[in-house]
């Protein structure tokens, strides 16, 4: 696949391995980050984000799962319901995430949507429980595509669910977990440009 990432210079193979590396901690198939990051890219392009805004985007994408590979926690891969406290940890990994990001030179602005990847437009998620536009729309839009793909892949505790049964979940959670708005844009897109 040829790289959408050209432009990140001297960046990209180092987001290139933490993506790669995150998507075989946690069980992904290769190159599921990258795909991630094209879907991201095409959701932001529909509403109108600026070439620069995608970019960060796209790199937070990449990114967005760095703070469960330094947490290097086994729970992540086991094969049941994580219980409460494990959740409340994993709760962390945004936060470690944009630690990490800062440390290996990505801007700010990557740095928080890699933050803010897990809020939720009513304010129920975390780690700072930003509600609506609060929320940057880049991490609205990587809430709900990393969503989407975790819906769709087979993990250790759940077969996949069909794209169908996925867009109804987002769907069902638009004005609650995910934007309305990137929901619209999200399910405008054709299947095959989502897989």
């Not at 304010?123 to 609205?140: S, T």
Request: proline letters at 4%.
């Amino acid at each position: 696949m040829q790289s959408i990432f050209a432009e990140a210079g001297v960046y990209e193979a180092k987001l290139t391995e933490a993506a790669t590396a995150a998507d075989l901690f946690e069980g992904y198939p290769d190159g599921h980050s990258h795909r991630v990051a094209w879907v991201v890219d095409s959701i932001g392009s529909v509403l109108g984000l600026e070439a620069h805004d995608r970019f960060f985007l796209r790199q937070a994408a990449l990114a967005r799962n760095t703070g469960e590979m330094q947490m290097n926690r086994s729970y992540i891969t086991v094969p049941r319901l994580l219980s409460s406290d494990e959740r409340l940890d994993l709760q962390r990994h945004p936060v470690i995430g944009e630690q990490w990001c800062a440390k290996n030179g990505l801007s700010r602005g990557v740095q928080l949507i890699v933050r803010w990847h897990h809020e939720w437009w009513n304010g129920c998620g975390y780690p700072d429980a930003l509600e609506g536009e609060q929320i940057p729309l880049a991490a609205r839009i990587l809430r709900l595509v990393d969503t989407y793909s975790a819906l769709t892949e087979n993990r250790v505790f759940r077969e996949a669910l069909t794209d169908e049964t996925a867009r109804r979940f987002l769907i069902e959670w638009a004005g609650i977990e995910f934007d309305p708005a990137v929901v619209r844009a999200f399910v405008s897109l054709p299947v095959d440009e989502v897989n």
